[in-house]
């Protein structure tokens, strides 16, 4: 089965999340907004106030380049529906997804499947700072800060908070503890990655201030 029509009819329908979708035909794609880039790389020494480390960020962009992630502006490349970025969605309908996440709605997902992507089981460390990588099968998990910062998750979440910041500023995350769920979108790929990461823990703090840090 085309894993796009397995997400869609296993997935968003049983949802009812009408805006996600992976794969959208080239006559269906007038109400998305193109990416734009924003901003500029980093200086080495601006990496270097932060980190500790003088290096070129472009050196460690890998395929995530700002050319590369302006490829899915292409109406071929939306349609491909590309597993690891090429989802498309208003930020309610993903803050949705993670509720449903959060709770097992209808039970889509075998419990093992669930625990596998919310709980840490991968600790690499960070090659630049030594920080362990703190990665579920897929996602990030928060742990204590202030590592859960360094790992853009914002002040006030708990340590089991579980999502991904995305590429040139894209937010989720859901909260176990205290049952938010969270999503910021922008088509304004931001390459000053300093400058996102501070917005990131910014906007997610703010939301995390908006709900009790225990169950109601």
Known sequence: MDVRDFV??????????TTFRLGEPADHQADINPLV????????????AIIGIKIDIAELLGEVTIDN??????????????????????????????QAVLHNRDKLWDPKVIEAGVEPIVDLP????????????????AGDPPD??????GHGVSPRT????????????????????????????DQHMIRQARRTIALSSRAAATVPASPT
């Open 69 to 98: 992630l302006l490829q899915f502006n292409q109406p071929a490349v939306r349609e491909v529906g590309v597993p690891g970025g090429g989802g498309i969605s208003t930020a309610a309908d993903i803050a949705l997804y993670y």
């Open 148 to 153: 859960a910062q360094l790992r853009a998750f």
């Open 8 to 17: 869609h009819t296993r997935i968003f329908e049983p949802l009812a999340l």
């Open 126 to 141: 960070d090659p630049l700072r030594g920080m362990p990588a703190h990665r579920s099968r897929g996602l990030q998990v």
């Open 162 to 189: 579980y999502g991904h910041d995305g590429a040139g500023g894209q937010i989720a995350w859901a909260d176990p503890v205290s049952g938010l769920s969270f999503c910021y979108l922008t088509n304004g790929l």
């Open 37 to 48: 880039s924003v901003g500029e790389l980093p200086t080495p020494e601006e990496i270097e």
